[in-house]
């Protein structure tokens, strides 16, 4: 058997507002195991990951939680340093955020803008996003954006959606973008227009069924 | 000794009796035949879909069975209609057929089975790739070529050696070189989703020539495209009848994919005579077996397939023939 040797990079933003207290838990849960259940089902294809990294974006709402907004990770080498992304995740606490909507949308721009690998003969670069509710529209306060606003986040959810289709260190044949999100604000248009997406329309993943966790992870795993 | 049957089909599941190809599709009719194979995909196809009598089977696996039915009932019940049309208004009569069949599929499963949503999910995907070959005078063929995705029809000749009749629908197209190591997502399957278009051409093919039909399986996992076409040599060159070279091809193919596996094939020409036909491939064989030595193993990777590099060397010396039947691309939109 020849076997194809992949370079994996998997992005989890994680909502981490108040309002996700009664599910953070399984989520970080679900976060720390993804990888090696992507792992077996790229194995099961004979598709052997070379080499694996992670990175964890955890956010709430940048209009009310100031610093508290946004807490990023580079990208862990795994399994190498499993034990500091795993303290990473293990420090993801659910509070703040105020009402809803909160802002998974910049979350998703910073995944996106992640240093993807360039290396290895084939690739897979994963964004993974929880979330119990709708996003802020990118446009909102335009040109008076809080101090904490993350830098390079388009303006508009058309410019975010050009970033999707043409960032450079994400290719066509490795980006795949699941979503265990509410069909709510944003996240029901990305799931009708954008490329490569899977949404599991819900609570930040809540209910998912063992067979439907393994069609994510096929569909992953797979070309198409 | 005459051939009794000159034709040969490959069919490996990774899963046994789950294999999301369907078999390989050969069929007879006065003065033409038709090969295809049909590649259910599993990714975008994986959900399982239940009918009203509770039987659970994946998108992918109903969905190349189904296209595969209705491709054998297209031809079967257009039988001379199909030699006098015009290739492009059969492969269109064909999309709408597919597309009708695959509608009604869909209403035979309970709805709604699944919550997953978005682009990469469809609920009935497959690929498709079709031969369909029409006597014209003695030792010449019309050959019509349809399909769909990334599975491929060739034609394999003792002089120009193996050439890809199709091009890959894919995102990101490339030559079959950088396919193999793109991984890129198809652009164009057979769905239950509207706007799939069925790919068509033509040619006319002279005599001695096997011509071959096959799912990514078979070629997606070599480490270059000629390697292919030794694969296939190889099994020819130790093989005494046609049952023989299907059975070392079906073991070779089985040796090194990672997916399920179909190929259909059919030798025309060399009066039936199947140790004609593997002397005739004798010398080319040799070629592509003095190639493969000359590839140093990569010591860093210990690469079976030989040197990236060294293939890739390889693989440019092997294109323009290789590409000379392939149809144009379409210009991007």
Known sequence: MQGLEYSVDIAFCIDATGSMSSIINLVKEWALGFHDDLNAALKAKDKHVDTLRVRVIEFRDCYVDGDNAFRTSEFFHLPEQSEAFASFVKDINASGGGDPPESGLEALAIAINSDWTATGSKRRHVIVVWSDTSTHPLEMNAGSKPSNYPQDIPETFDQLTDLWDGQMGMSTSAKRLILFTPDAESWTDIQNHWENVVHYPSKAGMGLSDVNKQTILDTIAQSV | ?333
């Open chain 2, 1 to 333: 000794m005459p051939i009794q049957r000159p034709f040969l089909t490959v069919d490996i599941a990774k899963r046994p009796d789950r294999g999301e190809d369907a078999p390989p599709l050969v069929l007879v009719g006065t003065g033409c035949q038709l090969l295809a194979v049909f590649d259910g995909l599993g990714g975008a196809g994986s959900q399982l879909l239940i009918d009203a009598e509770g039987v659970a089977e994946s998108g992918a696996y109903r969905a190349s069975r189904l296209a595969s039915r209705e491709v054998k009932r297209f031809f079967c019940c257009n039988g001379e209609r199909t030699s006098l049309s015009a290739t492009q208004d059969l492969a269109a009569r064909l999309r709408e057929r597919l597309n009708r069949a695959f509608d009604q599929e869909l209403a035979r499963f309970k709805r709604d089975t699944s919550p997953l949503k978005g682009s990469l999910i469809k609920r009935l995907p497959t690929t498709m790739a079709i031969v369909h070959l029409q006597h014209q005078a003695e030792q010449r063929h019309l050959c019509r070529v349809f399909w769909v995705g990334d599975s491929r029809a060739y034609l394999l000749t003792p002089h120009e050696g193996l050439q890809q009749l199709t091009i890959d629908d894919l995102r990101e197209p490339g030559d079959a070189w950088e396919n193999l190591f793109n991984d890129s997502p198809l652009s164009n399957v057979v769905s239950e989703k509207p706007g799939f278009t069925v790919n068509s051409s033509e040619l006319v093919i002279d005599e001695p020539v096997v011509v071959l039909v096959a799912t990514d399986g078979c070629f997606g996992y070599v480490g270059s495209p000629p390697q292919f076409e030794l694969l296939l040599l190889e099994a020819l060159e130790v093989s005494s009848t046609m049952e023989e070279w299907q059975a070392r091809l079906q073991e070779g193919v089985s040796g090194i994919t990672g997916d399920d596996a179909t190929l259909a094939a059919v030798l025309l020409g060399w009066n039936d005579d199947f140790l004609k036909c593997r002397a005739a491939f004798r010398n080319r064989c040799e070629v592509l077996m003095n190639e493969q030595m000359l590839i140093t193993p990569d010591s860093d990777q210990d690469h079976l397939w030989g040197a990236l590099d060294a293939r890739r060397e390889w693989w440019e010396r092997y294109k323009p023939t290789y590409e000379a039947y392939m149809p144009p691309r379409e210009p991007e939109q």
